[in-house]
């Protein structure tokens, strides 16, 4: 078989071509430190580092989540123990406020403090994180949560119902919720006392009409029947008509057996059953306000009730005595206690629970990068002698081409 001088030259070139191209992909490997440069070098391997890195790049994102929450999650707790606090002095003061040897002015100065206070747990429960998101808004945390109406009642204006807490992930099956809204922490005590009562429009109610404040006024006249449930019904259009009925459809009487009824005008205050119901807004006809127990009473209004209680002197006549008021103050008072210790107690399960999984989170990804390592990067030592080996076959190549070249009759001549 005849070799030409052309094919001795090419053979020698596509040899040296060869081993120049090994030692580059070689020195590629140990310069970005992975064993797989193309899918084509290893495709189990590139599909498996493809699956590993998307995993670790998940693990860490519910990292950061847990990370942003923490904080959160510690300042409400924080918040929440101050509120605790305040109460516990309120409740020390309502003590004190009904021994006998405290005067009128004494309590006052009592009333002033109680004030105070529930301005403070206001202020609470109005606080910001450090990105000026309030703490108890929920979802809608850029709006403040609390505010006093025209009545001087404080009252929840933040986000409500399903999906009012924001929620973030921690694993690819578990949220953790990032705080509980204000109605939750601040309006949702169990009432303890059995006379708090409250007033409800009807859902299908076309004018604004609302109860701006609903109380007991005469303990006696209430404790006759105090589950009962009434409704104030609107009638008529200018000027507008109301009369009260009872769970069985019949009208409410006064003590001389009167209706009770009358001519509707902004801020009119209903008196029934020992019940007090102030209006505001605008009724339209047919409109309806349930009156009913209430199952949940606010802390700030235990406040206010406390602070009036005390402002007002102690008269055995009148229809709820200071000894009735203090009664219930003390119960409302332990029962927003309670509220406010199951509420920390949550957010102290979801503080633990956030650090355990930071730290199985932390596990994971240091596992998934150890194997990603396994399979994608480069054993230098491997790739070291590997590339020595190609450095010698190299020279080899390019040795050979020159000894060939020199095998030409021209050098004999």
Do not use: C, H
Request: glycine residues 8%.
């Amino acid at each position: 078989m005849r070799i030409s001088t052309n094919q001795l030259f090419q053979s020698g070139v596509s040899a040296m071509q060869r081993a120049q191209t090994d030692m580059s992909r070689t020195s590629l490997q140990m310069a970005t430190g992975r064993r797989i440069l193309t899918p084509s070098d290893d495709p189990s391997g590139a599909t498996q580092s493809v699956m590993l890195q998307a995993a670790v790049t998940k693990t860490e994102q519910y990292q950061r989540n847990s990370d942003l929450a923490l904080p959160r999650l510690e300042q409400e707790e924080s918040q929440i123990d101050a509120v605790q606090n305040y109460l516990q002095r309120a409740r020390e003061l309502v003590v004190a406020g009904s021994n006998d040897t405290y005067n009128d002015e004494n309590r006052k100065t009592l009333a002033d403090e109680i004030r105070q206070i529930r301005d403070a747990i206001l202020g609470v429960a109005n606080s910001q994180d450090a990105n000026g998101e309030y703490l108890f808004s929920g979802t809608d945390s850029f709006t403040q949560p609390f505010e006093t109406n025209a009545a001087g009642r404080v009252v929840y204006v933040g986000a409500e119902g399903t999906g009012a807490v924001r929620e973030v992930a921690i694993t690819a099956t578990r949220n953790i919720q990032v705080g509980d809204t204000g109605e939750s922490v601040f309006m949702a005590a169990a009432d303890k006392s059995g006379w708090e009562i409250e007033g409800i429009p009807a859902p299908l109610n076309e004018g604004t009409v609302v109860a701006a404040k609903s109380e007991v006024t005469d303990k006696a006249a209430f404790d006759l029947d105090p589950d009962e449930v009434y409704t104030i019904r609107f009638t008529g259009a200018g000027p507008v008509q109301y009369e009260v009925f009872d769970s069985g459809g019949m009208a409410v009487t006064d003590d001389s057996g009167a209706p009770i009824a009358g001519t509707y005008s902004e801020g009119l205050t209903v008196e029934f059953a020992g019940r007090s119901v102030r209006l505001s807004g605008d009724p339209a006809n047919n409109d309806e306000i349930t009156v009913r127990p209430a199952s949940e009473v606010s802390i700030f209004d235990t406040l206010d009730a406390i602070v009036t209680a005390l402002e007002n002197p102690a008269d055995e006549d009148a229809g709820v005595t200071f000894e009735d008021a203090t009664a219930k103050a003390l119960l409302n008072l332990d029962s927003g206690l309670d509220r406010t210790n199951e509420i920390r107690t949550s957010v102290g399960l979801r503080i633990s629970d956030l650090e355990t999984q930071s730290g199985l989170n932390d596990q994971r990804v240091l596992d998934l990068e150890t194997t990603l390592s396994e399979i994608r990067d480069l054993d230098y030592a491997e790739a070291i002698s590997r590339f020595k080996l190609q450095e010698v076959v190299l020279q080899a190549a390019q040795q050979s081409y020159v000894q060939v070249s020199r095998l030409s009759l021209f050098d004999f001549l």
